[in-house]
């Protein structure tokens, strides 16, 4: 087992040449559309600065972010050609900022275009932006009567260069549902009836949903990222992820000993108990509790007692004692117990697990085809 180095109690190594690869399928599977990246949230909690970069070295241009500090953060490290677009709009009054910034606002409301246009009228200029349709999912973008007053007002986009439409799916993790063909001729419907544009509808899972939904752009994150994109079905994506955390130290309990808060778990016969120095404040979550596997080596250690704030507590007892040193790492994300798995245990989705990622991990950056960069980069 390798040793463990550095001061932090668990290290979280992510794989760029995996997010590249993942990268490469979800665009074969693409035909002409461009395949953009949500590198919202730190692109999954898992860096969006090193992930859009790898990226951009793969050919893509589009990238999405969630609010305008995530686009400012990133503006830096990304080329001109490479265009970050902010799913939120503007914050009111922040308008400006995108211009400064050379960021382009989703617009989702009327009174989000109206600042955007009033915005492109001043600076007498076209402003670059997205509108989002809502086509079913009651969250973000334009409701149907807001269509009709767009169609109404034949000033109503006077000022913007509209770069695309945009509609997002309610359920496109499970191919069953009828909602993804519902939301998809609601698309098609709203279209028909405005100004002729490209257009962009697919999430991760919505590219393997077909060539219907792929449009000209696609914006996957979770897929890029490892987490599988069809509901019951194997995952065709690389792992991203490894998570090892540091055994502190080890004990023997007594038969009829509880462990860890309020001793929820309480031991039946003799027992190992392994301290591993990872907890809820690192994102490993409390939901784990007496339900969640850890691997040592070959071995899976079953999670007992109560997830701690910076500690868990395994049953170690069918591990070799050799493994069982203070330092020695034990895989909480790897191959073999994957952040999709991990989520199922905890009653949570992959994308809850890669955003909880905490900060306190020593972390590292590898690329295990970083060697083919050169000959496989190209642009769309
Ligand atoms: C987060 C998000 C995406 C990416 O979704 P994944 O399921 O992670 O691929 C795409 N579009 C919108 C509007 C989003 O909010």
Request: net charge negative; hydrophobic share 40%; glycine share 8%.
């Amino acid at each position: 087992m390798q040793q463990a180095a550095g001061r932090a109690g668990a290290i979280l190594t992510i794989d760029l040449g995996a997010v590249r690869s993942n990268y490469r399928l979800l665009r074969s599977r693409l035909g002409s559309a461009q395949c953009g990246a949500a590198v919202k949230a730190d692109a999954y909690g898992l860096g969006a600065i090193r992930i859009s970069e790898a990226l951009f070295t793969e050919g893509c241009r589009h990238f999405f972010v969630a609010h305008l500090d995530e686009a400012i953060t990133l503006r830096p490290y990304l080329p001109e050609q490479a265009s970050i677009y902010v799913m939120h709009g503007s914050p009111v009054g922040y308008e400006a900022e995108f211009i400064e910034h050379r960021c382009i606002p989703v617009l989702n409301s009327c009174q989000q275009i109206a600042a955007w246009r009033e915005l492109a009228q001043q600076r007498q200029t076209a402003l670059p932006a997205i509108i989002q349709l809502d086509t079913g999912m009651s969250r973000m973008g334009m409701s149907a009567q807001e269509v009709q007053a767009w169609l109404a007002d034949p000033e109503f986009i006077d000022g913007i260069d509209l770069q695309y439409l945009m509609s997002h799916l309610a359920c496109a993790e499970d191919q069953q549902s009828p909602m993804n063909r519902q939301q998809l001729q609601a698309f098609q419907a709203l279209r028909a009836q405005l100004p002729n544009c490209r257009a962009t509808l697919a999430n991760s899972s919505g590219i393997f949903l077909g060539p219907d939904f792929h449009f000209d752009l696609a914006r996957p994150g979770a897929a890029l990222y490892g987490l599988t994109p069809v509901a019951g079905q194997a995952n065709p994506l690389q792992p991203v992820v490894h998570l090892q955390g540091k055994i502190i130290q080890t004990r023997e309990i007594a038969s009829g000993t509880g462990v860890g808060y309020s001793l929820t778990y309480r031991s039946s016969q003799v027992r190992r108990i392994a301290t591993v120095a990872v907890g809820y404040a690192d994102g490993w979550l409390r939901s784990l509790s007496n339900r969640g596997i850890v691997y040592i080596g070959d071995k899976p250690a079953p999670m007992v007692g109560n997830v701690s704030m910076d500690t868990i507590t395994l049953d170690v007892s069918d591990v070799a004692l050799e493994l069982l040193y203070p330092g020695a790492l034990v895989d909480l994300i790897s191959t073999k117990n994957t952040a999709d798995q991990v989520a199922e245990r905890a009653g949570t989705i992959g994308y809850e697990i890669l955003t909880s990622l905490g900060l306190r991990y020593q972390r590292h950056y590898m690329d295990t085809s970083a060697d083919q960069q050169q000959t496989i980069s190209h642009t769309s």
